[in-house]
């Protein structure tokens, strides 16, 4: 079956980096985008990023610009999303999610319509 | 930067009642690149809307999308005890823009 699922819980340093994986299953990964996504505690979704690990389109959202680094390994079927300088506001669980768009025969949803569970990273002193 | 705005905040609403929640955009949107989607606590979201109005693969036909321009809804015509969640709508594409809304929460009365 269709599925993304996320490496396991993080807890981090202010200023360190982390690296979150999203393993991808049941489909072409290299015909369809994965975004990541995060939510804040009690907070509502933040879009970071894309990539397109068979165009190896990537694109940010501005505010991540400089401090997020999406990459993707297609043997692997994964993506990756590394963020760097942490503090305490990044602190969220961060959601891989596919865009229904396959880029391969051009058709598809426009909208995330598979998401990884989550991981939830924790940034604390 | 376009910005989306979900109201009401807080939907209280008991089974059986029609819920209708609204996103409003701060500049006109191509409808094809507005999607709905359904969260509940400790879970990823899930895709309910695409393209204003088409339902995403296994929603229910309780769910249904309308809107241009600026102004979208999202109803709900029959709460079901499982639709009590918070609902986000999106900006999905365009310009490389993926923003979402505030999100409206529907809790039980």
């Known amino acids: 079956q269709v599925q993304l699922v996320q490496s396991g819980a993080e807890v981090k340093k202010p200023g360190a980096s982390v690296k979150l994986s999203c393993e991808a299953s049941g489909y072409c990964f290299a015909c369809y985008e994965i975004h990541w996504v995060r939510q804040a505690p009690g907070q509502g979704l933040e879009w970071l990023g894309l990539?397109?690990?068979?165009?190896?389109?990537?694109k940010f959202s501005q505010k991540f610009q400089g401090r997020v680094t999406l990459s993707g390994d297609r043997s692997a079927n994964t993506a990756y999303m590394q963020l760097n300088s942490l503090t305490s506001d990044d602190t969220a669980v961060y959601f891989c999610?596919?865009?229904?768009?396959?880029?391969?025969?051009?058709?598809?949803?426009?909208?995330?319509?598979?998401w990884g569970q989550g991981t939830l990273v924790t940034v604390s002193s | 930067e376009l910005v989306l705005t979900q109201s009401p905040g807080t939907l209280s609403l008991s089974p059986g009642e029609r819920a209708t929640l609204s996103c409003r955009a701060s500049?006109?949107?191509?409808?094809?690149?507005l999607a709905w989607y359904q969260q509940k606590p400790g879970q990823a979201p899930t895709l309910l809307i695409y393209?204003?109005?088409s339902r995403a693969t296994g929603i229910p036909n309780r769910f249904s999308g309308s809107g241009s321009g600026t102004d979208f809804t999202l109803s709900i015509s029959r709460l079901e005890p499982e639709d009590f969640a918070v609902y986000y709508c999106?900006?999905?594409?365009?310009?490389?823009?993926?923003?979402f809304g505030p999100g409206t929460r529907v809790e039980l009365k």
């Open positions: 999106q900006q999905y594409g365009a310009s490389f823009h993926f923003t």
């Open positions: 500049e006109s949107l191509s409808s094809s690149f």
């Open positions: 999610s596919r865009d229904g768009w396959n880029y391969d025969v051009l058709t598809g949803v426009n909208g995330f319509d598979v």
């Open positions: 990539i397109n690990v068979g165009n190896g389109n990537i």
């Open positions: 393209g204003a109005s």
